[in-house]
Each structure stands twice: as structure tokens, then as C-alpha cells.
């Protein structure tokens, strides 16, 4: 059995943020959370156990949907041994020494499919402490030998007497046993909880309406701001004219800020109001003249120059030039909105010694630092309450939102929400990035791929969030899915180029995998299909080296029926991707009507993210990521003209409806490994399978998204 | 002053009569429960009833709404246990769920007026909700629970 020192600073550390939390913990579970009690034991910076048998986790990530709020508890119950309905949860207050992310440089971030795989072992070594403390605590009180005592259901019990003192008549005693510095964890062998359909603790306030957004978060005296920002990507207001405005009944103040003009109200319509009566003059800046066309033209022209090498083995270019049949495309992918369904949304109290800001934030201590610079406070007297977040997939990463409405909020000396609508969010996002990849491909005599090159000029997210990720001129987020592709071709090439738009770009649900599965995933059928070879054998033949990706593209295929006919006016696709230490393999039943409309059926979908923490949540991500990417293959577009996004609602910028869902079906792969991400594997390989499955019905290769851009027709 | 009837309540708001009766609940009422995602009638998150039929309340003015009776998620069962919500924990419907009070009053109406839905009937009385964490798979299911569930306790 593996256990990890564990660093006894961080646990005593962490427990006086946790003792802190205790004052300033945000309900988020809508009143739900047990009154705290006297005398709680608090071993460490994530449990909480009161007299009253309630044990509290204190949960470091951000619920946007994956299930953070029941599977970081499953981590502790699990070696705590605790009685799992005793258990409740808390957010936690923004303390990255503590709730640090160590996969993400030690940030408070939830991103990057991180979150069980940076806390399988930290909160199981949290839980498996607390329980040997409550079994010291017990054996003491009893004068009996630690060794005879035993942990279950939330309660230590000593067999030979069969006495029995539950979690909570023991904190008093365990609070005064020292931290053991090396916990022993359970064998995976003996888990009750992990790898169970456990319910999840914070689904049922999501069904009454008592679950709390950022949106909803309301306090005494608190004012609703909007925020009129300039259209085109980094302009500014020359002057402005508030009168209108100031004129609608409800409306307290207008104030510029860095990134606008504010309309303060006293709810959210009057803002509004004043907001649409409000006469600003904008410098428009250098973008104004931006276009998607220009911008395809900007990326094509890059092309023409070699980039950064990301991956070299062999020669790609002599084996291009001595191939029995060369194949060469160029793929290209729109930029995308997140569009989660709450708009961005923050609220703000700024006062002379303090602030606090409500917020649905994937990145805590980033709002701490934002709001100390703002306010000139040091950041110990800013609280980040965290809410549940109404969908995140990267944009909740950004702190334009918290900048703006801490402004606003020190700007009036009132507390205030922020709302953006609609509008606001699809035109000022941080988009996934637009790429132009040049690919070439060499296939033998035998119709074996000898060669593989793939050029990429695009937008870097780093280069704008977080230039530290960039090494050698190379973005990893722009290659990954990329480089990396997992086929046993001898000269492989892959290089990238910046290419800053003028566009914000910004993490996007499975980041670079989103587009990069794409391009290769439908390059290789291309591939295939000049090879004159099925894309399932072709893929099996060069995955012989790679056995994970190997079980997981058979599962699909096995599950799916590759190799026998589909239903009459069916077409199937196949594609594999691997991201954030996980390999997912989707099959694609597609059909396309005489007119061209394109109808997915069917998605199975064969998924290894090593040992999995609880099934149901797995599933559901991977339906979840399937329709995120299904609706960017078939429609997703974000388009500029005049420096601005066109796009700005529902009618223009269409997510996928019930009436258009395939039947997912998620097939898990057994695995004892450690685990790997869940949040966002499941999106990159659905636009390849389906794309490919296109190619199948129509004979029509698809080399550009969306696939609503193109013309189709049934063969 | 309007005065306004909403799970079965009698509140006076201080609104103007055409501010959207979404505003006028979540800020004017304190009930956030219903939801903002669009303010055009294009996603379905701000559904609630009014006097038991299915509408948007971003699009339907407070003066709209007058004299008749708005049930919004927080009012459409006494302890959260209509069959909707009941099988929407059980099918584990909710991802983020910030769609979900939408969703769940666009399915108590459909169900009101068909109690045993086929597929069709569902695509067409939900197709107005979105949901951006795609759980359209489990909200199928979870109607279909739910249909269940009205029966047996009918
Ligand atoms: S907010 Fe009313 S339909 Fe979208
Ligand atoms: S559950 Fe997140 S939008 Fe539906």
C-alpha cells in the first residue's frame, strides 16, 4: 500500500483558513448547511466535524455542473469512514497555499480536468488522518489500544467490548491528538464509496430553485449595474452622455470604468433602461476594421512561413517527396463562444477595510488578486465566496467580470451585482481560438502512411493569459491534440505559429484537443480513404503501440457494430482523441436527407479515465461534452465584421435542442489506474466522428466547421 | 404599485407595468428560482406558469401577468416533491443546473396536459429549452420517470 507524507505546515495551515471559513462560508446549497456548533474538530483545511455528527468538507473547486461537490466529499468519506448521509459541503474561502491546485502551478483553478486527479491522493490522506485522530481520540477515552479500535459508518468501535462512540462525541478528544504525519490509505480493493452511483449531495437545491448562481446573490442595500462596452475589440469611450440615462426612474449612477460605461440601478431593468439611453462616442481603436474574411487571410498568409517545431521524428518532408501517393487539406475552425447558460455575473462590497465578492469563479485566488489591485487592499481582507457557477468550460477562468463589478462597487460605495446579458456575453468573450492548418500526408505502395506534416497558425490563448506556458515559441493549448497524435507513422512533423487576431482568445472546453481531434481525426480519414483502407483498421494497424487508445477505439467500435451495415440511410464515423490523461473513442450514426440536413442518431462512446471516482458523474460528462461538441461541429460560429462579433443571442449563435439529441451511449472502460480528467475528454472526438460519418453518407469531405457552411447531398 | 398573485401569494412589486415579469420576480420579489438566459424568448430558462400554462417570463410584461396566477419553480410543489422534481434527482438530470427550473416548469406543464408523453411529445414541448451542458439525454429519461411516478401516486 502507497501512502504519501503528508506536510503537517499545510494541515495545521489549513486549519485556521478552515476555522476562518467557519465565519465566512457561503451557503450555496440554499439554507441547507448545518448550523456550526461548538467545539468542531477541524483536523485540517477540509473536514469539519460537529458535535452533531455532521461532517463538512470544504470543498477547493468550483461546481460548474461536473460534480465536484460530491465526488471531493467521496475522497474523504471514503477513508474517513464516515456515515456519507452525515456528510454536508462548503465552498472554500480563496487560499491557494492551501486549496492550491498543484497540477495548475499551485493556483485555486478548476480547469483543465484536474480536479479528482489533483485530490485523489490530498483529500483521501485528509480523511484517512481525521479517522486515525478519531481512533486515537476513542482508544484514549476508552484507555484501550489503538489497534483494537475500528472506523465505520461514522463511528469508532471496539469490538472486544463493543463499545462504540460515534464522530461526534469525539471531537472534544480528537481535537487534542496530534496530526499523524504519514495516514495509511485504504486498498483500492476495499473502496465502498468510490466507484459507486453515489447521489449527488448538490442536485436536489438545482431543482427547486433554492440553488444560488452568481446571478442570484442578493444582499441589504445592493445596487444592479450593467455595462455598455465598446463593440469592437479594444476600443474605448471617447465621451459619453448620461442624461438619458440618468432619466429613467430606478437609475442611481452612470460611471465609466476601464472597460466601459456603468449604469447602476436599483434592479436589474432600469439598468437596463438607462443602458439603452445612454449616448457614447467610441474610439474604436485599431480593430475596427477586423473581418472574419481578413482574418482567414491574416492566418493563410502566416501559413506560407515554416513554424516552431512541436514534434519531429524521422524526416516528414523526404518521405512526402518519395511517397507513392501524397494527400494534402487544409482544415480550418471557426472561433466559438462559450455561451454558458448564466452570463457572467459578480457581486461586490468594497469598504475601507475590506471587500468580499460573490462570485461563480473557476479561479478564486485570481479574483482575490483582481480585487486587491482594484481596491489597494492587501489580500487578506478579501473574500472570495464562491457559488455554483451556471456553467463554466474555460470562461469563468477570466476575471474581466470581478474587474468590472469591483470598479463599480468602489465606485458608488455601495455593494453591487453585476449582470451582463446576453448580448454582452457572446460579444465579449474570450473565443476558443480560429486556426488555419496546412496537413500532408505520404502513403507507400502497400497503403501504409509513411509521413505526416501539419502546419498550425492561430491565435495563443497563453500568449494572452498566461505567457509563462509558452516554451520555445510554442503554445502547448494550440498543439495539444496535435502533436501528440498517438499513430505509428515513421516521419511525423508538427509545427505552430502565433498569430495574434485582434480577437480575444480564451479557454474553451478541452482547450486545443477541441480543434486539433478534428483536423487529425478527419485528416487520417482522409488518409484511409486514399489508402483505400477501412479508418477503423487503418487506426487499429497504427495503435499498436498505443494500447490505450487501441482498447478504448475496439470498445467503441465493438459496441457500435462496426463492420456490419448501420440502419437503411445511415452512415457511421470513428475517431479517438486523448486529453487530460484520458482516451475517448467515439462512434457517429449519422444520416443526411436529401436536402442536405444533417441528423445525428447515435453516439457510442467508449471512454478510459483510469479508475473512476463515480460512474453516473462520468457518464453524464460525457454526454454533456458530447452535445457541447456536437453543437460547435454542426453550427458553432463566431463570426466579426467591423472589429465586433455579429453574432449576439440564441437566434444567431444556435445551441443544440432536445429534438436534435442523439442517443449517447457511454461505455466505461474497467481501469485501476490513477484517474484522468472527465470534465472534458468526452468533447474533442465527436466532430471527427461525425464528420467522417458525413464523408461515409455523402461522400462529401468536410474540411472546414461548422458543417452548416456546407452543401450536402446523399449519395 | 402593481400587485401581483405568485404561488398563490399576494405581493405588490414596484415596478413599471412593462418591465419583464422575470425582473419583477428576481429582483423586485426576491424569488430567483427563474432563471435569465436570454431575454428574447430563446431558451426557455425563465419559464414559469401562469395560471397553469407554460410561458417566458422575460418576454411577458408585469402587466401581463395581473390578475392572474404566476407558480414559478419555488411555488410549484409545496415541499419540492413534484413528480418532476422527484425524478430529476433520481435520473440525476441537473449538470450545473442553471437551466434546470426552466426545464423542470416546461415539463410539469407538458405533463398537466399529457401524462404519458411519448418522445415526440417531449421534443415537442421542451424543444424551447436549451441546455448548454447537454443533459437533454437524462431529461427525456427523467420525464418518462416522472410520467411513472404521477401515475402511481394518482
Ligand atoms: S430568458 Fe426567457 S427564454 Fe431565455
Ligand atoms: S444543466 Fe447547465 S445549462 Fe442545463
Request: aromatic share 6%; proline share 7%; with cysteine.
Amino acid at each position: 500500500m502507497k501512502t504519501t507524507r503528508l506536510s503537517r505546515r499545510v494541515f495545521l495551515k489549513g486549519a485556521v483558513v478552515a476555522g476562518a471559513g467557519l465565519t465566512m462560508g457561503f451557503d450555496l446549497a440554499g439554507g441547507r448547511r448545518a448550523l456550526a456548533q461548538t467545539e468542531p474538530f477541524v483536523p485540517n483545511a477540509w473536514i469539519r466535524i460537529t458535535p452533531d455528527d455532521i461532517v463538512t468538507v470544504i470543498v477547493g473547486k468550483s461546481d460548474m455542473g461536473q460534480g465536484v461537490l460530491t465526488s471531493m466529499p467521496m475522497l474523504i468519506a471514503e477513508e474517513l469512514e464516515a456515515d456519507w448521509s452525515k456528510i454536508r459541503t462548503e465552498q472554500a474561502p480563496a487560499a491557494p497555499q492551501v486549496y492550491g491546485n498543484p497540477a495548475i502551478g499551485g493556483m485555486q483553478l478548476t480547469g483543465g480536468s484536474t480536479s479528482v486527479r489533483s485530490s485523489w491522493l490530498t483529500l483521501r490522506q485528509a480523511g484517512a488522518a481525521a479517522k486515525e485522530m478519531l481512533v486515537e481520540a476513542a482508544a484514549r477515552q476508552w484507555g484501550v489500544d489503538p489497534a483494537a479500535c475500528t472506523a465505520e459508518n461514522g463511528a469508532v468501535l471496539h469490538p472486544p467490548t463493543g463499545r462504540r462512540l460515534t464522530y461526534g462525541q469525539l471531537t472534544d478528544t480528537a481535537a487534542r491528538v496530534p496530526v499523524p504525519p504519514n495516514p495509511k490509505l485504504k486498498d483500492p480493493k476495499n473502496f465502498k464509496l468510490i466507484g459507486k452511483r453515489v447521489k449527488r449531495l448538490e442536485n436536489p437545491p438545482k431543482v427547486d430553485g433554492s440553488a444560488i448562481y452568481g446571478i442570484d446573490v442578493k444582499m441589504a442595500g445592493m445596487l444592479i449595474a450593467t455595462v455598455v462596452r465598446c463593440p469592437v475589440f479594444g476600443g474605448k469611450a471617447k465621451s459619453f452622455d448620461a442624461s438619458g440615462a440618468q432619466a429613467v426612474a430606478g437609475v442611481r449612477h452612470v460611471v465609466p470604468i476601464s472597460s466601459g460605461i456603468a449604469v447602476v440601478a436599483d434592479a436589474y431593468w432600469p439598468a437596463k433602461l438607462g443602458r439603452d439611453a445612454l449616448v457614447i462616442e467610441w474610439d474604436e481603436g485599431p480593430n475596427a476594421g477586423l473581418s472574419t474574411a481578413g482574418i482567414r487571410a491574416m492566418l493563410e498568409a502566416a501559413a506560407k512561413q515554416p513554424g516552431r517545431v512541436a514534434r519531429q521524428e524521422g524526416d516528414a518532408a523526404t518521405a512526402l517527396a518519395a511517397a507513392a501517393r501524397r494527400v494534402e487539406a487544409v482544415y480550418e475552425v471557426p472561433f466559438l463562444a462559450h455561451a454558458t447558460m448564466e452570463p457572467m455575473s459578480c457581486t461586490a462590497s468594497v469598504r475601507a477595510d475590506g471587500a468580499d465578492v460573490w462570485t461563480g469563479t473557476q479561479w478564486q485566488d485570481g479574483t482575490q488578486k483582481v480585487t486587491a489591485s482594484i481596491t489597494g487592499l492587501p489580500l487578506e481582507a478579501i473574500k472570495v465566496h464562491t457559488t455554483l457557477l451556471g456553467g463554466g468550460f474555460g470562461r469563468r477562468f477570466e476575471q474581466d467580470f470581478v474587474t468590472e463589478t469591483v470598479e463599480i462597487a468602489k465606485a458608488v460605495s455601495a455593494p453591487v451585482k453585476l449582470v451582463w446579458s446576453r448580448e454582452d456575453d457572446m460579444r465579449h468573450d474570450f473565443y476558443r481560438p480560429a486556426t488555419y492548418n496546412a496537413l500532408a500526408a505520404g502513403i507507400d505502395a502497400q497503403g501504409r502512411p509513411l509521413a505526416w506534416s501539419h502546419r498550425i497558425v492561430g491565435p495563443s490563448i497563453a500568449a494572452r493569459a498566461f505567457p509563462p506556458l509558452i516554451r520555445d515559441g510554442i503554445d502547448p493549448t494550440s498543439v495539444e491534440g496535435a502533436a501528440n497524435i498517438p499513430y505509428a507513422i515513421p516521419n511525423i512533423h508538427v509545427e505552430a505559429i502565433m498569430k495574434d487576431t485582434g480577437v480575444p482568445v480564451g479557454f474553451w472546453r478541452s482547450v486545443g484537443s477541441s480543434q486539433n481531434a478534428f483536423i487529425t481525426e478527419c485528416f487520417l480519414d482522409e488518409v484511409a480513404a486514399a489508402a483505400g483502407r477501412d479508418p477503423y483498421e487503418l487506426r487499429r494497424a497504427l495503435l499498436t503501440k498505443s494500447p490505450r487508445h487501441l482498447t478504448v477505439l475496439e470498445l467503441a467500435a465493438a459496441q457500435a457494430g462496426w463492420g456490419k451495415p448501420p440502419a437503411p440511410g445511415r452512415a457511421r464515423g470513428i475517431a479517438v482523441a486523448e486529453s487530460f490523461g484520458s482516451v475517448v473513442a467515439d462512434v457517429a450514426e449519422v444520416s443526411v436527407s436529401s436536402e442536405g440536413e444533417v441528423r445525428v442518431h447515435r453516439v457510442v462512446c467508449a471512454v478510459d479515465c483510469g479508475l473512476v471516482v463515480n460512474p453516473d458523474t462520468v457518464e453524464a460528462q460525457m454526454e454533456g461534452a458530447t452535445v457541447y461538441g456536437l453543437t460547435a461541429a454542426l453550427r458553432g460560429a463566431i463570426t466579426i465584421a467591423g472589429g465586433h462579433v455579429e453574432q449576439s443571442n440564441f437566434h444567431d449563435y444556435p445551441l443544440l435542442r432536445i429534438n436534435e439529441m442523439p442517443t449517447v451511449e457511454v461505455h466505461i472502460l474497467p481501469s485501476a489506474e490513477a484517474p484522468g480528467g472527465v470534465g472534458e475528454p468526452g468533447t474533442p472526438p465527436i466532430a471527427p466522428a461525425v464528420v467522417n460519418a458525413i464523408f461515409a453518407a455523402t461522400g462529401t469531405r468536410i474540411r472546414s466547421l461548422p458543417i452548416s457552411t456546407h452543401e450536402l447531398r446523399r449519395v | 404599485m402593481a400587485t401581483l398573485n405568485v404561488n398563490q401569494r399576494e405581493y405588490t412589486a414596484n415596478a413599471r407595468p412593462d418591465t419583464p415579469l422575470l425582473w419583477v420576480l428576481r429582483d423586485s420579489l426576491g424569488l430567483t428560482g427563474t432563471k435569465y438566459g436570454c431575454g428574447m424568448a430563446l431558451c426557455g430558462a425563465c419559464t414559469v406558469h401562469l395560471d397553469g400554462e407554460p410561458v417566458r417570463s422575460c418576454v411577458t410584461p408585469l402587466s401581463a401577468a395581473q390578475g392572474r396566477a404566476v407558480t414559478t419553480i419555488e411555488g410549484l410543489a409545496p415541499s419540492s416533491d413534484h413528480p418532476v422534481q422527484r425524478a430529476w434527482v433520481q435520473e440525476e438530470v441537473a449538470q450545473c443546473g442553471y437551466c434546470q427550473p426552466g426545464q423542470i416548469m416546461s415539463a410539469a406543464a407538458l405533463l398537466a396536459r399529457t401524462p404519458t408523453p411519448s418522445d415526440a411529445d417531449i421534443d415537442a414541448a421542451m424543444a424551447g429549452n436549451l441546455c448548454r451542458c447537454g443533459t437533454y439525454q437524462r431529461i427525456r429519461r427523467a420525464i418518462h420517470a416522472a410520467a411513472k411516478l404521477a401515475g402511481g401516486t394518482r
